[in-house]
T-cell receptor, first 112, second 114 residues
């Protein structure tokens, strides 16, 4: 049951350029969205989140955009750095619940 | 910085054996979770635990699975009779439980059932 989808399994970007990772969801009950970053042999690390009452949240080089009508969110990383190379997971949470639904991840490679 | 810790990092077990995966959540967190990731697949929710009882569980979390908080710090996942398809990375996570707070994940336990 793919309630959260990341349709791009991989993305390569030159260092210094913008990385845009996309995520779509189907469940209109989701009201909180998160992005996690994962390195091999490590657990997911929280990056940034957004509540459904907002359409943008920014934290340093990371910005998350939410388009509720399209059920779409994106993570922008600018400028991209080689250390950003990892798998990025989009996750969503239903109103009133605490468990997360994850997408399948996008592997970002930032080329020096 | 406080973190979620999991032991062991890797567990190999024979099919049919019982395994216990251990986690120490962040100390002031109230909600605890187990997730798993089968190789090449997405991270999947197994169970959430609050106030010493299961608050939510997925269809994956059948009678072979159980969770326990045996003392004030540990949170365990037991698989009673392991199957080959239980081979996965198992992640423990915790959060404060206040709405709109992120969950912090441990580094995972790789379970290999042979």
């Amino acid at each position: 049951d793919q309630q959260v989808k990341q349709n791009s399994p991989s993305l390569s970007v030159q260092e210094g350029r913008i990385s845009i990772l996309n995520c779509d969801y189907t469940n209109s009950m989701f009201d909180y969205f998160l992005w996690y970053k994962k390195y091999p042999a490590e657990g997911p690390t929280f990056l940034i989140s957004i509540s459904s009452i907002k359409d943008k949240n920014e934290d340093g080089r990371f910005t998350v955009f939410l388009n509720k009508s399209a059920k779409h969110l994106s993570l922008h990383i600018v400028p991209s750095q080689p250390g950003d190379s990892a798998v990025y997971f989009c996750a969503a949470r239903r109103a009133g619940a605490n468990n997360l639904f994850f997408g399948t991840g996008t592997r970002l490679t930032v080329i020096p | 910085e406080p973190e979620v810790t999991q032991t062991p990092s890797h567990q190999v077990t024979q099919m049919g054996q019982e395994v216990i995966l251990r986690c120490v959540p962040i100390s002031n967190h109230l909600y605890f979770y187990w997730y798993r990731q089968i190789l090449g697949q997405k991270v999947e929710f197994l169970v959430s635990f609050y106030n010493n009882e299961i608050s939510e569980k997925s269809e994956i979390f059948d009678d072979q699975f159980s969770v326990e908080r045996p003392d004030g710090s540990n949170f365990t996942l037991k698989i009673r009779s392991t199957k080959l398809e239980d081979s996965a990375m198992y992640f423990c996570a915790s959060n404060r439980g206040i709405m709109n707070t992120e969950a912090f994940f441990g580094q995972g336990t790789r379970l290999t059932v042979v």
